[in-house]
């Protein structure tokens, strides 16, 4: 078993000279972290090489990266102007940094963007053994996951997204957005780098897919999605010990001397909008009007990395850049001083180095920043623990890094103000926050992050084995069969909405259909069955629907019992005082949540909101509970959250009570109990050891077994049904 990384790019320079292609092994973070994993064994790394390789040469391309354990995805330009420059990047990019009117929705973007994908996953299965683990990286390979589980279902599938993911009414806006969505959920474990993106996917997701969400978990088509945040780590000890070496100080040297007494700000950024370059720039305008006094004792060393400047929008922000260092510095230069330093290209590893390790502040303040590595590099070179990091809390860092000076990037004055506080701080201050960062970094390193990620995917994995094993499907499925076929004394307990038949957004719209009525009867025929319907429906509904049929009825949890062919018992001594009360500070909830309402039964009140906004009728059902627990239980009532109802009901009636006071006196050989909701759990607790407890959804219960849906539940009934047949016959 190999893990294969599956990235847009591969981690490699490629050098062409004399017509003979060398390849370089990149030393980039990403690269590093996951060097033990794509070097060991025969693990190995698929991606594009980064140049266009003619057809005929190929194959020696292939060759040669093969000694590196890399394998490549060949694109021509045309893919990488459509895939990569146009939906990559002028679609997912400033969506997901929130510049919305950046994006351009161009169809053949998105065309080429799917092909591309489908490429991707072709290479793929060139090198993919079955059970291969797969962990791909980033927005250019959304759709990557779902293409692969298409052709590997059970596959372990991990994504990795290295930029921030938006909140839903941003993400809305793309126009082939549940496209993506269901491209990433291919995948069994989705990080992100921070917990914020982790809620804005989750969502998202549920708002636009029919998939369900508990916590951080999503249930589709069976399988278990799970969604964490891997905050991404760096090379700690690679930043630490590079300020020590021989290269590195001499670059120091080089770069100090002669401003030994100066206080040096440091920026690196790749070139784009969402680093808010021009807005630092701006910030440092205000510092030279509004403090006069730092006038040729501050210098700014600002590097911006060249990227993607073939776009409109990354040129403009070139020549903007270009102009305002310009202006400023012609402004407030003097013969011997200039107040920013622009380098408008990149430098070696050492050059970093030395400017991370000297500079007395680094000042980092994207727009939106997934994570923000630059943040990171900073504080691993500060050997010495002093200096000072700003850090805008748009960058996913901002949550890991809380001893920085935390600065909204919107905010010129707060920039301002920061530096100032900076240049200010006393050294031990510097070095009780810069302390703390050390040991974050140094921690969560990148090594950390990918183990983490590796550990927690082969969890998934385990966890939807296990889960599988308690799917109540074949095998399991033959077990019950084989048990109803020996047995002659039954009970099936059956719940209703969400068991019997789908759960809906009408409450009156849930009656019984056709098929329904003819599997109940059908269960009913034979004298070995008791078929007892056991729901939280008032008790008018449940004669209407099944006082016809040979089944008894429990209804409102309990409160009401009806045998076969007997008349309709409510449990003694019940008091329903308590509803007055209970429902007018109800109805105040209700007031403000359009599309609440009050179901009232004979012994209970249920505040439903199936059909209040989503999200909101959740709030407001916090709010009841947290509010209403303390008198619900000074009226000996108890207080059931359920699925999108809230029940206030006598203490005395539950469920489980209800199925054992039912078993009173008799004695089956075979017990069956399904059902969907937090109130059945009491009939699954209380029934004996040997019993069939069947929760309907996959999430935790006190059943043994599970089923998806109210369609299993009605397969596994009739395969019983049938099973007597072929008996009989
Ligand atoms: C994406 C997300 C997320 C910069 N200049 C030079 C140079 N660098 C290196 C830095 C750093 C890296 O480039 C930049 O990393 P960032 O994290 O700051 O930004 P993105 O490239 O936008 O990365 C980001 C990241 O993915 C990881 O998940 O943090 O949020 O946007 O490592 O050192 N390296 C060299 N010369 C330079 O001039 N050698």
Redesign the pocket.
């Known amino acids: 078993m190999k893990t294969v990384i599956i990235s847009n790019r591969l981690p490699v320079k490629i050098i062409e000279e004399n017509n003979e292609y060398t390849f370089i092994p990149s030393?980039?973070?990403?690269a590093t972290g996951l060097g033990d994993v794509y070097k060991s064994g025969n693990s190995i790394w698929i991606g594009w090489p980064g140049i266009e390789v003619p057809e005929e040469r190929q194959e020696e391309v292939t060759q040669k990266l093969a000694e590196l354990n890399l394998f490549p995805v060949f694109l021509t330009q045309n893919e990488i102007n459509l895939y990569y420059e146009g939906f990559s990047n002028e679609v997912l990019w400033p969506v997901f940094h929130y510049l919305v009117t950046y994006a351009h929705y161009e169809q053949s973007y998105w065309d080429c963007y799917q092909s591309v994908n489908e490429k991707f996953a072709k290479s793929a299965m060139q090198v993919l053994g079955r059970k291969d683990k797969i962990w791909i990286q980033d927005y250019q390979l959304l759709l990557l996951p779902g293409i692969l589980r298409e052709k590997l279902p059970n596959a372990t599938i991990g994504f990795f997204q290295?930029?921030p993911f938006p909140s839903y009414e941003i993400f809305r806006l793309i126009p082939w957005r549940e496209e993506l969505l269901n491209g990433l959920i291919g995948a069994d474990l989705i990080g992100f780098?921070t917990y914020d993106d982790v809620r804005h996917f989750i969502s998202t997701a549920t708002r636009l897919l029919p998939v369900q969400s508990s916590s951080n978990v999503l249930n589709s088509h069976e399988r278990q999605i799970v969604v964490e945040a891997f905050p991404?780590g760096?090379d700690f000890d690679k930043f630490s010990d590079l300020p020590a070496t021989e290269k590195v100080k001499n670059e120091i040297n080089y770069f100090r001397t002669g401003k030994e007494d100066m206080k040096v700000i440091l920026s690196?950024?790749?070139l784009?909008y969402?680093k808010g370059i021009l807005e630092r720039l701006k910030a440092m305008e205000l510092l030279l009007q509004h403090h006069p006094e730092y006038i040729g004792k501050i210098e700014l060393f600002m590097?911006v990395?060249p990227s993607r400047d073939t776009v409109p929008q990354y040129s403009e922000l070139r020549d903007q850049i270009d102009q305002f260092v310009g202006n400023l510095n012609a402004r407030y230069r003097s013969m011997n001083w200039i107040p920013v330093n622009y380098f408008y290209?990149?430098?070696?590893?050492e050059?970093?180095s030395a400017l991370y390790s000297t500079a007395d502040i680094c000042l980092v303040t994207p727009m939106r920043?997934?994570?923000?590595?630059?943040s990171k590099?900073y504080v691993a070179s500060r050997n010495r623990n002093d200096g000072v990091l700003i850090l805008s809390e748009m960058?996913?860092?901002s949550k890991e890094l809380t001893d920085a000076v935390i600065v909204n990037p919107n905010n010129m004055g707060d920039i301002m103000e920061a530096i100032v506080t900076a240049l200010k701080m006393p050294l031990e201050e510097q070095q009780l926050r810069m302390t703390a960062m050390r040991a974050i970094v140094e921690k969560f390193n990148v090594k950390h992050w990918v183990n983490n990620f590796i550990l927690r995917l082969n969890e998934v994995k385990d966890s939807q084995k296990s889960l599988l094993t308690k799917h109540a499907v074949n095998s399991i499925n033959e077990v019950i069969a084989a048990k109803y076929a020996k047995t002659t004394d039954r009970v099936l307990f059956l719940d209703y909405d969400g068991t019997l038949v789908d759960f809906t957004g009408n409450i009156d719209d849930a009656s019984p259909d056709d098929e329904l009525y003819d599997l109940v009867e059908n269960l009913t025929i034979d004298h070995a069955n008791k078929v007892v319907i056991i729901s939280g429906r008032r008790h008018e509904t449940l004669e209407q629907w099944f006082g016809h049929l040979k089944v008894d009825l429990i209804a409102e949890h309990g409160a009401w019992q009806k045998s076969y062919g007997d008349k309709w018992n409510s449990l003694p001594l019940l008091t329903d005082q308590w509803k007055l009360e209970i429902k007018a500070l109800l109805e105040t909830y209700t007031d403000r949540t359009p599309g609440s309402f009050i179901e009232e039964k004979s012994y209970s009140l249920v505040w439903h909101y199936r059909k209040a906004e989503e999200g909101l009728g959740d709030l407001r059902a916090n709010e009841i509970v947290s509010h209403m627990k303390i008198l619900a239980a000074d009226k000996g009532l108890q207080l059931m959250p359920g699925n999108k109802v809230i029940e206030f009901k006598n203490i005395e009636v539950n469920k489980g009570k209800a199925a054992l006071n039912w078993l009173y006196d008799k004695n089956p050989d075979f017990i069956l109990a399904l059902g969907d909701d937090h109130t059945d759990e009491d009939i699954f607790k209380v029934l004996p050891d040997d019993a069939f407890t069947i929760k309907v959804g996959n999430n935790i219960s006190e059943a043994k077994y599970y089923l998806n849906d109210f369609k299993e539940v009605r397969k596994l009934l009739w395969s019983l049904v049938k099973e007597e047949f072929v008996e009989r016959g």
């Open positions: 030393e980039g973070g990403l290295h930029i780098h991404m760096i690196i950024d790749r784009d969402s590097i990395v290209r990149s430098f070696p590893i050059v970093l920043d997934g994570m923000n590595l630059v590099e960058a996913g860092a």
